[in-house]
């Protein structure tokens, strides 16, 4: 086996055995969805109107904060260390990671906005568009949040700190997704515009967030 | 396809080492052939273990130059060399097959995790999630990875501390048998660990 | 890991073992009667054969709640006498309380369908079991995240207690706030208020889910005693191999 495909798998299959899978991220997406009424008031009309925003926030907190853990696991017990000494670049093992954050969070939040949309008094085709957009969006909320992540075994801090550096990095893909999403449901943009920038954006933030991570991840193994 | 091994030679001349502003130790230099160990002594904080991990790639050189010859051209030092630092890098929720299995694949080793395991004694072990290892017991699955996945350079952060009589014996049979295939190690301890005809470099003294 | 901590449920191993057969036997019976009931009983004027969801949701509804209320006292359980079975009786209760509790949510949601047009509405008590779902799901991840039976059982014993006070609420909910939710027509104050033909095939039903959790209950503490067996054997093997006194 290859090993990028070695280090994905194991990552995977701690997630899984140790997480539950995507469960716990899943659950907070959950919670946050549930807490919104409470703050709003449980008029449906208006609901409807902002279940994609809350969607969507949900969505950025939960793979944002189950971000948080991603390298500084792999520092404290020694694991970092060796795959700074290995053949594969660093950045190509940081990109193995950040594929199995997604498959294990990222990807179980998307499933989950259907069921979800229904209690932000969605119907079935508004659901599918924020699930769409989540799906192309999830994984530049992953890259954009590597960077925190590095940081955090960087800068050998965590929690919120690392949330406010990074949260306002989230911002362009948040304004699209959300377009793209009200764009579906109410128009009178079409759909494609925003969901072609948001794809773009989510292609750059691979890019930069892989480099960027594997770079801060160099600089604080000092 | 193997390297060839020719007559390596690992040499580093005036290393200087800076952590947390202070710096730690300068002027340091030695040499090693292949198949010739280092042990490395001092009191704690000489910089015994900021030593092997600059070796290792993991600390900045703040001064001086490591060179390696006659060794891979195309791989740097720390890909060439085993770290074995004070953390196992395991993890608890994989079983000791699935965490040796692992590195063994993503270092590109040659052997199979299981004859490494047998070696030093873990077989019966293999399918036990390594939470329930006990400390010397993870020291030995670190050392079955210097096992199956085969790097010229040793690089030992006080190796025996954790080992029982029995362990410690292992482990000076495996480094002899390393360093008699012409292998390097170099060795932070605190005392003797079994590699008679070693070199010694004190640190922490004034020159 | 002394010896008594395999005395008490050695011996309920022993009991679960012979009781398990009888009660799924018993279960299965009242089941038939209740469905068979359930099924002639008359419909509603206005819902139709729809209303026959009740059979389901009703139940399940007061086993959800049945469920954190056998936790809570297996809490005291953990926190105040240190049984051993405490810890088992609450790990095992959790799923099965929270699958009662979806069961309920999922099946008012279908039955609000072509009552009240939508699938979910945020009503106090919809959003309260919702809630108590949420718990239920929290309790779990907490049980699995912590390695340690022993400290994970007294997390989740602390937080069982906090979340018991949700169960009141959502009784009384109903009638505290001006809600769309059917208002409580069992328990309350001059005896229940529905007619018998329905009211009978109800607590029939009623009766044979609850005999179904207590079947899943007791073969779930099953299960778990046998898991921390392993767990205990797994920990033997490592201590007795070689290198472990190092």
Redesign the interface.
């Known amino acids: 086996?290859?090993?990028l495909a070695?280090?994905f798998i194991?990552d995977v299959?701690?997630a899984v055995?140790?997480?539950?899978g995507g469960?716990?991220g899943v659950?907070f997406f959950?919670?946050v969805v549930?807490l919104t009424?409470f703050a709003i008031g449980?008029d449906?009309a208006l609901?409807g109107r902002v279940g994609p925003a809350i969607l969507w926030l949900g969505a950025l907190l939960a793979s944002l904060l189950t971000l948080d853990r991603l390298f500084a696991v792999d520092y404290?017990?020694?694991?970092l260390?060796?795959?700074?000494?290995?053949?594969?670049p660093l950045e190509l093992a940081v990109a193995a990671k950040a594929a199995a954050h997604w498959l294990t969070t990222g990807l179980p939040l998307v499933i989950a906005t259907p069921l979800l949309g229904?209690?932000m008094?969605l119907d079935a085709g508004a659901s599918a568009a924020v699930a769409l957009t989540l799906l192309a969006g999830t994984p530049a909320l992953t890259c954009i949040g590597l960077i925190g992540a590095a940081l955090a075994v960087a800068l050998r801090r965590g929690g919120l700190l690392l949330a406010v550096l990074v949260l306002p990095l989230t911002v362009p893909v948040l304004i699209f997704g959300v377009a793209a999403s009200n764009a579906a449901i109410v128009g009178p943009l079409p759909f494609g515009t925003p969901f072609t920038i948001l794809c773009a954006l989510t292609l750059t933030s691979l890019v930069v967030g892989i480099f960027a991570a594997a770079m801060a991840l160099r600089q604080g193994?000092? | 396809m193997p390297p060839v091994r020719l007559a390596m030679r690992l040499e580093a001349s005036g290393l200087a080492c800076i952590?947390g502003g202070r710096e730690v130790f300068s002027g340091l230099g030695f040499a090693l052939a292949d198949g010739e160990a280092l042990l490395v002594t001092g009191r704690n904080g000489a910089g015994k273990s900021s030593l092997l991990?600059m070796m290792?790639?993991?600390?900045?050189i703040a001064g001086g130059r490591l060179a390696l010859a006659g060794a891979d051209p195309e791989?740097t030092i720390?890909?060439q060399?085993h770290?074995l630092?004070?953390?196992?890098?395991?993890?608890p929720?994989?079983t000791v097959a699935?965490n040796l299995g692992?590195?063994t694949?993503?270092?590109?080793g040659a052997e199979g995790p299981e004859t490494a395991l047998a070696t030093v004694g873990l077989a019966a072990l293999a399918d036990l999630p390594a939470a329930y290892l006990s400390a010397g017991q993870r020291r030995r699955l670190s050392l079955a990875r210097l096992l199956s996945i085969k790097r010229p350079i040793w690089l030992l952060d006080e190796p025996a501390s954790a080992l029982d009589r029995e362990a410690q014996d292992m482990l000076a049979g495996l480094m002899r048998r390393h360093l008699s295939g012409g292998g390097i190690i170099v060795a932070a301890t605190h005392g003797p660990i079994g590699l008679d005809g070693a070199k010694e470099l004190r640190l922490g003294e004034v020159t | 890991m002394a010896l008594i901590d395999l005395a008490n449920p050695t011996r309920f191993l022993r009991l679960a073992n012979r009781a398990l057969p009888w009660l799924v036997g018993i279960t299965g019976a009242v089941f038939v009667i209740g469905l068979y009931l359930a099924t002639n009983a008359p419909d509603d004027y206005q819902q139709g054969a729809t209303v026959k969801i009740m059979f389901i949701h009703v139940p399940s509804a007061w086993l959800g709640m049945f469920g954190w209320a056998l936790m809570s006292v297996a809490a005291l359980g953990t926190l105040v006498w240190r049984h051993p079975l405490a810890d088992v009786a609450a790990k095992a209760a959790a799923p099965i309380g929270a699958a009662f509790t979806f069961l309920c949510l999922v099946t008012g949601?279908l039955w609000g369908r072509p009552m009240w047009g939508?699938?979910?509405?945020?009503?106090a008590r919809l959003?309260s079991v919702?809630?108590l779902f949420?718990m239920y799901?929290?309790v779990i991840?907490l049980w699995?995240?912590v390695e340690d039976p022993s400290r994970a059982a007294r997390a989740a014993a602390i937080l069982t207690l906090v979340g018991a006070i949700n169960l009141p609420i959502i009784k009384w909910s109903v009638d505290w706030w001006n809600t769309l939710h059917q208002p409580a027509s069992v328990l309350k104050v001059g005896g229940p208020s529905i007619y018998a033909t329905i009211l009978i095939p109800l607590l029939m039903m009623a009766l044979g889910f609850t005999l179904l959790f207590l079947t899943l209950h007791v073969a779930a503490m099953r299960n778990e005693i046998l898991r921390r067996r392993v767990r205990t054997l797994m920990l033997m093997q490592a201590q007795t191999a070689p290198g472990s006194g190092a």
């Open positions: 086996m290859s090993p070695a280090l194991r299959r701690l055995r140790v997480g539950g469960g716990i659950l959950l919670i549930v009424p449980p449906l609901l404290e017990d020694g694991s260390d060796l795959i700074l000494m290995a053949d594969t229904l209690f008094n193994m000092e | 952590r991990r290792a790639g993991l600390v900045r791989k720390p890909e060399a770290y630092g004070h953390q196992d890098a395991l993890k929720s994989l699935e692992f590195w694949q993503y270092l590109a | 949601s939508t699938y979910w509405v945020w009503d959003t919702l809630i949420l799901l929290g991840a699995r995240t």
